[in-house]
């Protein structure tokens, strides 16, 4: 058999490409040589030949969680990588198989059509599901990496595919094996494992609150409509206002700092962590600093929730950065807490 005749579709080549709408900031970026990925087996090829070219690259998702300059040089891969499959079901659980390139949104819906609830606290979140376990995406008391089976990636260190087990993908807070290894590995794949048994996960507050005057458990459908509801209130649709998410990261602190800042701050909003240490609302201490709402030329901060940094319009990487930076500076200032970044800098 003619072994050219199998070998994959190269990756669809653009170069200068804008991506205004293909960032969630609607930061005005222009990739120098953008590819298409939309198939796993174009990966090894492309990769190969951008080292031989000593070509810088990285990987671009949804676009949600980044900060991108006004020029990317060398080589950005957008993963459009598609396809959804339940793989199989035993009494316990049900694993379904979805392609890196697949719109988080779209896959937690999905998994309600099909009767597979369980994600539904992670409705709403931008992004795709390649994207979703590198910083272990979580909201309303539940976090993408308990349901992770098995992640597929190419890496780019051996030259191979590899699938990382649940365990070997290290998820914590807001950070993954991934995520510890920026530039190495390409999802391409995510296979969830999903209890069979469902029941709704309502201790966080603000969802409680929703249910608060039905008689009945809620169902799936309706946890997943109720953080929707929340969502669009709280946090503004990136279509609308450019944004990423939370800017920052909730701070951990050790019980000692905690304690000391209660005495000073009474009204400090914090959970609990691991043992000894507590994480704080970072949204609050932004907000006790009196950013909330306040604007610094085409960026600022979101009127009703101080954790969001946005882009009115034509906002620069740089304009976001500096106002992040007073942001950090005034925080630290006023509590000795130090906030980090949570999108990616590119
Ligand atoms: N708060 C204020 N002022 C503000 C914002 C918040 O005082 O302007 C206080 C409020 O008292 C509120 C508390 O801070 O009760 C916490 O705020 P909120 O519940 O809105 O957000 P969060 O707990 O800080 C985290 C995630 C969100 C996730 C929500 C719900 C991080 C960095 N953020 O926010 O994730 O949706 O919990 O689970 O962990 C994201 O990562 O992009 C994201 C939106």
Known sequence: MNSAKNAPQPAKLTPNMGLKH????????????????SSS???????????NQKLAWRVLGGGSNVI??????????????????????????????IGAGVNWHEFVAWTLDHNLPGLENLALIPGTVGAAPIQNIGAYGVEVGEYIDNIEAFDSATHAFVTLPQAACQFAYRD????????RFI?????FKIPNAWQARLQYADLAKQFSEQKNPPNAKQVFDAV??????????????????????????????????????PNLVSYPDTPGKRKLAAGWL????????????SVGVYENQALVLVNHGDGKATDILNLAKSI?????????????????IL
Do not use: M
């Open 22 to 37: 293909r960032n969630s900031f609607g930061l005005d970026s222009t990739a120098e040589l953008a590819y298409e990925i």
């Open 228 to 265: 929707c509801a929340i969502r669009s209130k709280k946090l503004p649709d990136p279509k609308v206002i450019g944004n990423a998410g939370s800017f920052f990261q909730n701070p951990i602190v050790c019980n000692e700092q905690y304690e000391l800042l209660i005495q000073q701050f």
């Open 187 to 191: 999802v391409t794949k995510v296979v």
């Open 176 to 183: 993954s094996y991934f995520k510890q290894h920026p530039n």
């Open 41 to 51: 087996d174009q990966l090894p090829r492309l990769v190969e030949e951008l080292g």
């Open 286 to 297: 932004i907000d006790q600093c009196g950013f909330k709402g306040k604007r610094v030329g």
């Open 68 to 97: 991108l300059p006004d020029q990317l040089p060398g080589a950005t891969l957008l993963i459009n990588i598609l396809g959804q499959e339940l793989i199989k079901s035993d009494d316990q659980n049900t694993w379904v198989a």
């Open 328 to 344: 950090q500076e005034e925080v630290a200032g006023k509590f000795n807490v130090q906030l980090e970044i949570e999108p990616n």
